[in-house]
Every structure is written in C-alpha cells, then in structure tokens.
C-alpha cells in the first residue's frame, strides 16, 4: 500500500467509523485541530490509561493536574518566550506559511527547528535553486524568520485590564513551578517523580499529517527529579522502560526505534526521541530529555523561590535534575491506527480490519442477535449483553443490519470478539463467538461466556 495512501485510508476510517473528525469541520474546518467521537473518545481514554498504569507501577511516581492559563513569568522564566521557536518562510508568490527545516529535508538536506535563524538562512540561501514552495511550486521563498510557538489568549473582563496570557506550550512547566508543593507534602523524596496527562497548545507554522501535529494536543509527561550524579544512569533507566513499554503495549517492534537529537532545544542536556515509522516515514512518538537543573534552576532565579533540597547526609542543598518522559496522546493514537490498519479478504470479501491489542480497542465485545425481527433472539441476547457487560465494560450491542454487516463494521474499528446469539442459543445456551483477526468462530456455553473472552483479551 502506497504510503500516502495509507495515510489517507487511516483518515477516511477515522472519520466514518466515529475515531476522529476535523475540528469545526460544518465551518470549513480549523487548521491543526481535530474532534473526537466515540470511538476516539474510548481509544484516547484506553492510551491515557495504559500510560497512567505505566506510572502508577512506580511506588515514587506522584501526580499532578496543574492549571492551563499560568502566570506569564512561568514561561519567561522557562525560557519558552525568548527561544521556543520554528523556522518560518513564506512563499513570496502564494503568500504559503512554511517550516523552513521541513523544506530542506525535503530535499535532503539535515535541518531542524533547533538550529538558528542564521544558520537555517544560509542553508536555504545555499539551496535555494533546488528549493520550491510545496503548495504553488515557485522558487519564491523568502528569508527565514524562528516564529515563537506559545499561542497566547486574552483574559479579563474589561478591556483596560484584558491582560495577554499563554497557554501552556507544555504540561512540564506545571510540574516545575509545583516541584516544591510536592516534595513539602512529606510523601516524597529525591529520588521521585512527578507525572500529568493534559492539553499543551502551540501555534504550529503548519500543522499537518493528522494527528501528528496539531495545534491543540495532549501530552503525557513525567518529571523524574534525581541528585545530580545520579542523573545519566536515571535517564538510562527510564529510556529502557520507555521502549519496553511500547512493545508491551503490543505496538510492531520494528516500527519503533531511538534517535538522539543533534542540535539540543535549549533546556535539554541529552535527548532521544522514541520514533515510530508512521505512513509518512519515521518521526517522534516520545522524547526523553535529560533537562539537568535548567528548569528547577530559572524557577528558582525568576520567582525568588529556594527550590533545592537539604541532602540529608552532607548536610548540602542542592538542586535536583530533572529526566523527562513526555509523550503525546494524539501521536500514540495515530501510531495505535496506523499499527492495526490493514486489508485483507474474509470469506471471499474484501475488508478493512483494525488489529487493534485487546487492551486499547475501543469495544472490546459486540453482542447481537442473529436477526433483529425475532424477539426471543433480541430478547436473549439482550440478556448475554446485560451480563458481558457487567464484567466487561467496554462492550457493545449492535443491533443495525445483517451480521455480515455488522462483522464488518466491528473489524473497521478493531472489536476484538462479536458474540452472536442464534437459534441453537435458544435450544441449547450456547453463542457463537467469532474472533476478529481469523474470522474463526467457536460455540461457547452462556455461563463459559465472560470468562472465555476476558481469557482472550
Ligand atoms: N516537555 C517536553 C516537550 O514538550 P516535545 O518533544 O516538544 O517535548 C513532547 O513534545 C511530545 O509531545 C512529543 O513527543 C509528541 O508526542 C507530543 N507533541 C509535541 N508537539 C505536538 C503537536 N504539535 N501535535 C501533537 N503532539 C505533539
């Protein structure tokens, strides 16, 4: 299957079977936005939850849910006002707004939004015969410009007193300026961790490949705070677990790999980035930076506030260093889809199947009658849903159509088992249960009926 193509079939599914639709789409849409229906809404909920078991394994990991609109000193202080950037260029002809580094990889040559205005300039000045806009295909591009990335909003209620606030351009920055409010509740010493799941807002250039890159998203991160010599065999640690954690979680072990960053974002010491090989090639799922005491430290001079902490052996304060997990839920979702896409034939028919693992499908069981105009049928199996669900919440009952219809319509959004109640049913308590991935299907007795399938989840 065409990459491109792939991509473009992953779209077309997640809109026709309820996963992700474009945001304000009645209006024509909005760039770098995008809604969730139910199925999204269960398969985001299933990826959050996957993460938060992942850090709740840790006894010395704490939570946090910090606010979205923060005082703007937070992100002077962070260093996200002065050097949190893209490269942007405008074509002179189309009047496009472009990622300078983006068109230069397109032409092969290595460029990244953490180089510097000059030194992008120079590569662009120095391609600029080969370099074409990608929207009209001129070589009318202009200089480069680091375009700054927070989106900001207006708060207040008069006009006189509206004061311009940024929205958070990362979760982490919450759990800096709250590093102290945790450590003071007595639960926890260095070394722990601080973990949040929320939204994080950037004025992307150009935001593009689906979920990949939005304008509104929502990361997973968690703060690792260590004693300064610890730090390099900590961030090991964590990249370890980080990896393993997306093999458990059932994602192709061949589609992930590590890439370590050649120009540093400027709070970072180290970084790797967890790449997965979505439709469009290899890119960033999670970044793993080791971010000394950049962040505790620039809090620290900013607010007036000590942020170090006694070592209780040498009788020494010092300020812990941080090792970062941050991942995103959109891009685990797009990596979750475009993992279990795929086409096959069943039964002689074309169809499109989403191998989803067990533990992130969003139906996990669809239970329905083999005929919707036979009452007794409707009747017991309205009783087996009653009863699945009871222990699987994340069943569902499906009632529209002929089964061949219905059969087709759980694979294209990855339900794992379909329980049918038919007339042996009536005559015997038996159900046929059909797996999604094989098409094969076996008769299980109604009491067997939970556990079997929770067995097989
Ligand atoms: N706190 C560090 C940080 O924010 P990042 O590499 O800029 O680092 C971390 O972002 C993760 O957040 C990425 O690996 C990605 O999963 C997600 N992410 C970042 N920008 C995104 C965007 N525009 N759209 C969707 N997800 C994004």
Request: glycine content about 8%; hydrophobic content about 35%; charged content about 30%.
């Amino acid at each position: 299957m065409d990459k491109n193509d792939k991509l473009s079939k992953i779209i077309s599914i997640a809109k026709r079977r309820g996963f992700v639709f474009q945001g304000s789409e009645i209006y024509g849409g909005f760039a770098g936005t995008y809604d969730f229906g139910p199925h999204g809404v269960a398969l985001r909920r299933n990826v959050v939850e996957e993460w938060l078991k992942s850090m709740r394994a840790h006894e010395n990991v704490a939570f946090l849910d910090s606010s979205i609109f923060t005082a703007r000193r937070v992100w002077e202080a962070s260093g996200h006002v002065s050097g949190f950037s893209d490269p942007l260029i405008i074509c002179l002809s189309c009047h496009s707004k472009l990622r300078a580094d983006h068109l230069l990889g397109g032409i092969g040559i290595a460029a990244d939004e953490k180089m510097s205005e000059a030194e992008l300039n120079e590569l662009v000045d120095a391609n600029r015969k080969e370099l074409t806009c990608s929207v009209c295909g001129k070589k009318t591009l202009g200089k480069v410009l680091q375009k700054n990335l927070l989106a900001t909003a207006t708060l207040g209620a008069f006009e006189e007193d509206d004061e311009h606030v940024y929205l958070r351009g990362e979760t982490a920055q919450g759990i800096f300026i709250n590093f102290k409010n945790v450590l003071d509740t007595g639960f926890y010493s260095v070394p722990f961790g601080i973990a949040q799941v929320g939204k994080a807002f950037r004025n992307e250039i150009s935001p593009r490949q689906f979920l990949f890159r939005k304008r509104e998203f929502e990361q997973m991160e968690m703060q690792y705070f260590v004693r300064p010599e610890e730090a390099n065999k900590a961030y090991e640690v964590w990249k370890k677990e980080r990896m393993e954690y997306y093999v458990g979680l059932g994602v192709k072990k061949e589609k992930l790999r590590w890439k370590r960053h050649e120009h540093l974002v400027f709070y970072a010491r180290d970084a790797w980035d967890i790449e997965y090989e979505y439709p469009f090639g290899w890119d960033e799922l999670e970044g793993l930076h080791n971010r000394g005491d950049y962040d505790l430290a620039q809090h620290q001079q900013f607010s007036g506030v000590d942020l170090s902490v006694l070592d209780e052996k040498t009788k020494e304060r010092y300020i812990p260093h941080v090792i970062e997990a941050s991942a995103g839920v959109d891009r685990t979702m797009l990596m979750l889809l475009a993992d279990a896409y795929d086409e096959d034939e069943m039964g002689g028919e074309k169809r499109i199947v989403l191998h989803f693992p067990s533990r992130v499908a969003p139906v996990k069981i669809a239970v329905f009658p083999l005929l919707r105009n036979k009452p007794e049928l409707v009747k017991k199996a309205r009783e087996v849903y009653e009863e699945v669900k009871k222990e699987i919440p994340d069943t569902m009952w499906d009632n529209n159509g002929n089964i061949g219809k219905r059969y087709r319509r759980q694979d294209e959004i990855g339900t794992p088992f379909c329980i049918t109640i038919d007339f042996e049913t009536l005559e015997n308590d038996t159900v046929t249960v059909r797996e999604r991935d094989t098409g094969k299907q076996k008769r299980v007795s109604v009491p067997e009926l939970t556990a079997y399938t929770k067995e097989r989840l």
